[in-house]
């Protein structure tokens, strides 16, 4: 029955009008939107001036930027602060760009950036470069995983149209669907910046399931020369002790970021309130107070 009720579901016409227009008269709350999916292409609104157009395919992070805003729902802290850090920064990478909410927002409000986005799951990759796209974006696509070899890897999919996420380690579960081993290509970190000759990395964020370290120590000598600000996921702790450890004397500050209106500077980074956290270069110019 539920299955019947999906299939309906999807062949109701229309579906993006009507909702573009339910909007417009009446906000609705997320346990009432989170029903409402629909597929096609939605206008995402920056600021008074600039935006940019991304396709929904029915996902949650799609939804919420469609019914809530940019800033209103899904990681809202997040894509404030790297919204503020974009704006200033050369050279972005986006590891693990999915389909590439962060590159886009980056493009967006930073035209003239170098924004480099990576995804090594070719479903998943094909949907950033439609999002690219979509608005014309110079952003270089990777169907790649940065790392610290080399070669080649295997992840765990769930093989899933609907979920984006993927796993290095199969006892991560990415949903409850029976993984599927899918083989993808690796470069470490240092040998992608070597091949392309960049002299900075001004900001990066990784989000890529519990492999952030790899991708940290692929940067190897290129951390400590260029010192990007570094927006992470931190799904437990042994990734949070082994940051500490690699940014000891490194003069960076972390911050907690709470996806709930808060950020904060801490010491140590551990699975807390959120599983996001901002590793700023104290030497860069940024004032997280009047942002969040």
């Known amino acids: 029955m539920k299955v019947f009720f999906k299939i309906l579901y999807q062949r109701i016409p ?13 906000p609705l709350p997320k346990a009432i939107y989170k029903h409402l999916h629909f597929n096609g292409v939605i206008n995402v609104k920056v ?57 886009l927002l980056a493009k967006c409000v930073n035209p003239s950036a170098r924004v480099y986005a990576f995804d090594p799951v070719e479903r998943v990759y094909d949907k950033l470069v439609k999002n690219i796209e979509i608005n014309n974006y110079d952003i270089v696509a990777e169907k790649l995983a940065l790392s610290n070899f080399d070669g080649e890897a295997v992840i765990y999919d769930d093989d899933s149209e609907h979920t984006y996420s993927v796993a290095v380690n199969k006892n991560v579960s990415v949903g409850n669907q029976s993984l599927v081993e899918v083989p993808i290509s690796v470069m470490k970190f240092s040998t992608y910046i070597e091949q392309k000759k960049l002299n900075k990395i001004d900001l990066v964020k990784i989000d890529v399931e519990t492999h952030e370290l790899e991708v940290l120590n692929g940067m190897e000598d290129y951390l400590k020369r260029y010192k990007p600000n570094i927006l992470i996921e931190v799904l437990n702790d042994e990734i949070g002790n082994g940051i500490l450890k690699l940014f000891t004397n490194l003069d960076y500050d972390f911050y907690e970021i709470s996806e709930m209106g808060s950020v904060r500077l801490v010491e140590s980074i551990n699975v807390g309130i959120g599983r996001n956290y901002l590793l700023h270069n104290k030497k860069s110019e940024f004032d997280i107070e009047s942002i969040i």
Do not use: P
């Open 14 to 26: 229309f579906k993006g009008s009507i909702y573009k227009l339910l909007r417009r008269v009446f």
């Open 47 to 103: 600021d008074k001036q600039n935006g940019f157009e991304m396709q929904h395919y029915g996902f949650q992070l799609e939804n919420d930027i469609f019914w809530s805003g940019l800033f209103g729902g899904w990681e809202k802290d997040s894509l404030k602060i790297w919204h503020s850090l974009a704006k200033s920064s050369e050279v972005i990478f986006d590891v693990g760009a999915n389909t590439g909410i962060y590159s």
